[in-house]
């Protein structure tokens, strides 16, 4: 089993940022690609940002394209999301997410394991 936290969520103003990270312990020799997803009240969760077990190759959803950097540290076993220029849209629960392939992708059915979320609210 991989176990996921994450951290890092608050409030803060619009225009401004937030760094959220994911702690991954366990068989973490298991995960590869890993991804951030969010979940607005009344919404279904969708994606925000993925990245390769290497970190070379990331993916991130229109929404935020220009405006979030996703990246990890595989020594710590630690995946963040840089988040620039929040808006009030942006407020929701972020996930982080793991699979186990390399492959990343945009499907929450890709990604065997979840984190708890961590609540980032952004005011206009």
């Known amino acids: 089993q991989v176990q996921l936290v994450e951290s890092g969520g608050g409030l803060v103003q619009a225009g401004g940022s937030l760094r959220l990270s994911c702690a991954a312990s366990?068989?973490?020799?298991?995960?590869?690609?890993m991804a951030w997803f969010r979940q607005a009240p009344g919404k279904d969760r969708e994606f925000a940002a993925a990245i390769s077990s290497s970190g070379r190759t990331t993916y991130y959803a229109d929404s935020v394209k220009g405006r979030f950097t996703i990246s990890r540290d595989n020594a710590k076993n630690t995946v963040y999301l840089q988040m620039n220029s929040l808006k009030p849209e942006d407020t929701a629960v972020y996930y982080c997410a793991a699979g186990s392939a390399g492959s990343i992708g945009s499907v929450p059915g890709q990604y065997p394991y979840w984190g708890q979320g961590t609540q980032v609210t952004v005011s206009s």
């Open positions: 366990g068989r973490t020799s298991d995960t590869h690609a």
